[in-house]
């Protein structure tokens, strides 16, 4: 760090500031590219079953002198198989069915019923802004994957229940949100105005605040997604996620159990990585584009 | 003082909520006599089951209402007392099982705590005070990377590159090892749930110093002659450490979770280990015990936070 010494001075410094006014203003084609994977991913979990890839559950055993399976990538299994000769790229892709729904449905309930709470809190304060704020300091005083650790021993794991269960650990964080975006608005000129031309509570609220409070919630809903996939994957890679069924989780717990499967097969484990890696890479980046671009507080979340 | 009280009472009111709420939960939704029996709880036609399911009763003192119940488990808990384990004999007690448990994953944290700080002031350090360049673009290119990965999936990658193909590191946690070997192997588990956790820290720190090199008393110090990084570390820094401290804190809850995931991986006998496999056995003693544990340490390290923000800044204390 020697030579040019104009670092810490106030010139430098907004410059900064100006360059980020700028990005600012653009989405860039980052965001659409990352935008363009998730659609992807969507379309190839939902057409999975009508693809002409192969059977996930089907063991494709090798009589050529292959050996034992698992066998490395090649152009019939363009992620290999494991060790049972399944096809880890169909198997990704139907993983991908069973993460993106979680991660959907999870977010989606965190917004219904956070996002719910959180506006009538800050909307009608008092006690019942009270026992709401006290209820989310207690969802947020776990580490979110105990709660859901917790959460699943009580339960059947299907689908539904670890979705719902993601979605109560969501609940928390979008309430707040909601809660401090409504606490912006609720004294602004537009909602005083409309009540005193007669509005009632319900009607503010819906047609007033909600649609302020709308838009930080869809930046939130993407990075939230996110941290739904992940925590599902990790769930299923301790073993606690859906019971029966293929999810990202499970096929990385699959290649990287016992001693010697990551040192012999790698790629059992990696191909599920990446997918996944892109996929949250993709929801964090967009999700954070599009917060810098509606210009959400940081501090708000 | 008052303040603290507040704090306090606020602190305990939290852990009685949260442990009633458990243990409600576990009760209601659960079926204790079945976790501890097994199938023979639901053969009352057998006298033999039934002499069982009678000595259960008496033993767990479930015949009492809920309310009885987490009574008594709270007054042994406060005690250090924290009940019998539902599976196998019920052997060791589960306070001796935590008791065993408990340093490894405490280690743990704390070592991947100390590691996130020491990789975040640095790094936010350098790239704040050269924020827009290209080596600044790149290191926020490779926080949104460590971010978006998932701790089981950086555990697996640095585990197959240090340990396996380079052979830097060891594989596993051996528990009878001399304490600088286990020390040793905990290593890597440590920063696999540091990496995301300082990436975490550099860029909040980093924007934070940023705000900071703007202000004029900044500007005054350069202009007094002193040194660029006499000033970055002696004037910009400690104003920059505010929000900082409070997401130390709060992440906390972060390296307890992601400690889980690792200890399994690693094979580490710590709580997180104990926590799935607890839940996987339906042995409830020990995943409110658990729960209990992480809930206290999360309230008191938030209490430390506090008063840390009182040490940097004494205007908060008034």
């Known amino acids: 760090m ?28 980052g965001f659409w590219l990352c ?40 152009m019939d299994h363009w992620f290999g198989t494991d060790k049972d000769a399944r096809d880890i790229f169909s ?12 991660g959907f449905v999870a977010i989606a309930f965190g917004l219904l019923v956070g996002g719910t709470l959180g506006i009538l809190a800050g909307y009608f304060r008092g006690w019942f802004d009270r026992i709401i704020s006290f209820v989310f300091v207690i969802l947020l005083s776990f580490p979110s994957l105990v709660l859901a650790i917790m959460l699943t021993s009580l339960i059947e794991r299907s689908l539904l229940t670890i979705s719902l269960v993601l979605g109560v650990l969501s609940i928390a964080p979008v309430g707040r949100l909601a809660r401090a975006s409504t606490l912006q608005y609720a004294d602004r000129e537009f909602v005083t105005a409309a009540r005193q031309i007669g509005a009632t509570n319900r009607r503010i609220i819906l047609r007033e605040l909600l649609p302020n409070v709308v838009i930080p919630m869809g930046a939130l809903a993407l990075l939230g997604m996110a941290v739904a996939i992940v925590a599902e994957g990790g769930l299923a890679f301790l073993g606690l996620s859906v019971e029966k069924g293929i999810t990202w989780g499970s096929l990385i717990q699959l290649g990287s159990e016992g001693s010697t499967t990551l040192q012999k097969s790698p790629w059992i484990a990696f191909f599920p990585i990446f997918v996944l890696f892109f996929t949250v890479l993709a929801l964090n980046f967009a999700g954070d584009r599009l917060r810098t671009y509606l210009d959400v507080k940081e501090s708000a979340l | 003082m008052r303040f603290w009280l507040q704090r306090v009472a606020m602190a305990v009111l939290l852990l009685l909520s949260v442990s009633a709420l458990t243990f409600g939960a576990m009760n209601i939704l659960g079926d204790p006599l079945f976790n501890i029996l097994g199938p023979v709880a639901g053969d009352v036609n057998n006298p033999d089951s039934v002499k069982l399911i009678e000595k259960a009763k008496a033993e767990f003192d479930l015949d009492e209402p809920l309310v009885v119940r987490y009574g008594l488990w709270l007054s042994d808990f406060v005690r250090g007392d924290m009940g019998v384990q539902f599976s196998s004999d019920g052997q060791p007690p589960v306070s001796d099982l935590i008791k065993e448990r408990l340093p490894r994953t405490a280690t743990l944290v704390l070592l991947a705590q100390l590691m996130a700080i020491s990789i975040a002031i640095p790094w936010a350090l350098v790239t704040a005070s050269r ?95 002193l040194s660029r990084r006499r000033v970055l570390f002696r ?75 009182s040490i940097i800044d004494p205007r908060v204390r008034r």
């Not at chain 1, 410094?13 to 360059?19: E, Q």
């Not at chain 2, 820094?237 to 995931?261: D, E, M, Q, Y």
């Open chain 1, 2 to 29: 020697s030579g040019t010494d104009n670092l810490v001075t106030t010139d430098d410094a907004t410059d900064v500031v100006v360059a980020d006014e700028a990005v600012k203003r653009r989405l860039g084609w």
């Open chain 2, 131 to 225: 924020a827009g360049r290209l080596s600044d673009r790149i290191s926020t290119m490779n926080t949104f990377f460590l971010v978006a990965m998932p701790n089981f999936a950086l555990a697996i990658i640095l585990k197959f590159v240090l340990s396996i193909k380079l052979g830097w590191m060891p594989l596993t946690y051996v528990a009878n090892d001399p304490l600088s070997s286990r020390l040793w192997q905990m290593v890597l588990p440590a920063l696999t749930i540091a990496l995301p956790v300082a990436a975490v820290f550099q860029r909040l720190l980093r924007t934070d110093l940023i705000t900071t090199l703007q202000q004029d008393f900044i500007l005054m110090a350069r202009a007094k002659g």
């Open chain 1, 35 to 74: 935008i363009g994977w998730i659609v992807l991913m969507i379309i190839l979990a939902f057409l999975a079953p009508y693809l002409s890839i192969k059977d996930p559950n089907a063991n494709f055993i090798d009589m050529s002198g292959k050996g034992r399976p698992p066998y490395g990538p090649s």
């Open chain 1, 91 to 102: 198997r990704t892709l139907y993983g991908a069915r069973i993460s993106l729904t979680v």
């Open chain 2, 235 to 309: 004037h910009a820094l400690r104003p920059s450490l505010f929000s900082f401290i409070t997401v130390v804190g709060l992440n906390t809850g972060a390296l307890i979770g992601g400690s889980i995931v690792v200890e399994t991986i690693f094979r580490i006998p710590g709580i997180g280990s104990s926590l799935v496999e607890s839940v996987l056995r339906e042995d409830f003693p020990v995943v409110l015990a658990i729960v209990m544990i992480v809930a206290v340490a999360f309230v008191l390290i938030n209490l430390l936070v506090d008063i840390l923000y």
